[in-house]
């Protein structure tokens, strides 16, 4: 790889990308920034620039293609660029497709901090493969959170402070029943009381931004 990094950003929120552009260039090792907010403005990008390394949003979506399918062809087109992938909806399928069909050279949290992007650069830059520890776990607590539909209609409620009768009054099943459930996910998730399930399950939700609409861009050290 050269001595100069360019950089294509793959990202069809502007001010998100404004935001990681001025990010980008603070490295000292970077040289350009391109920006591309659609497949067709990438292309032409890879075919008047020499780009490195690209910064892919997963979630990129137009009526054609999504985040995978563009890291697919650019892949396929151009087998010597690094990609690093952003997501701000981190599933442990995503991450297994990513690495497995080797679309993926870095795996990052959209909203991770300064120091922790330019980490993933370096590590790219010199051929190897970076996954940040927000993603990492993220996909902890997702392994361990496989929970049915009424366990979660049961830790959602817990989570909220009633007690385990008014959790029964409300889904409209017996106490006993509720009982067995708390005491099921209780021995699962080894926690030992309301509370500590609740915070596990508040982890798993912010984890996988479940809440989450918009990103912000990575301003803060």
């Known amino acids: 790889m050269k001595q100069t990094i360019d950089i294509l950003l793959i990202e069809d929120?502007?001010?998100y990308a404004q935001g990681m552009e001025l990010l980008l260039k603070q490295h000292d090792k970077i040289d350009n920034v391109f920006y591309a907010p659609d497949y067709k403005t990438a292309m032409d990008v890879f075919k008047a620039e020499t780009i490195d390394i690209v910064i892919?949003?997963?979630?990129?979506?137009?009526?054609?293609?999504?985040?995978f399918?563009?890291?697919?062809k650019i892949r396929q087109q151009y087998p010597g660029i690094k990609i690093i992938i952003l997501s701000q909806h981190t599933r442990k399928q995503y991450h297994q497709e990513l690495f497995d069909n080797n679309l993926a050279d870095a795996y990052l949290d959209k909203q991770l901090g300064v120091k922790e992007t330019y980490a993933a650069l370096d590590a790219v830059s010199l051929g190897k493969k970076y996954v940040d520890n927000n993603i990492l776990e993220m996909l902890e607590i997702e392994t361990w959170m496989r929970v049915s539909k009424r366990e979660r209609e049961v830790i959602e409620l817990l989570s909220q402070g009633l007690t385990q009768k008014e959790v029964a009054d409300r889904l409209c099943i017996s106490p006993k029943t509720i009982e067995v459930h708390t005491r099921n996910l209780f021995e699962r998730f080894e926690v030992k009381n309301t509370t500590e399930l609740a915070v596990k399950y508040i982890q798993y939700k912010n984890a996988n931004r479940e809440d989450v609409e918009d990103s912000k861009p990575p301003f803060q050290i």
Do not use: P, Q
Request: charge should be negative; aromatic fraction near 10%; glycine fraction near 6%.
């Open 56 to 67: 892919l949003d997963l979630n990129f979506e137009t009526s054609d293609f999504d985040g």
């Open 69 to 72: 399918t563009i890291a697919k």
């Open 13 to 15: 929120s502007k001010s």
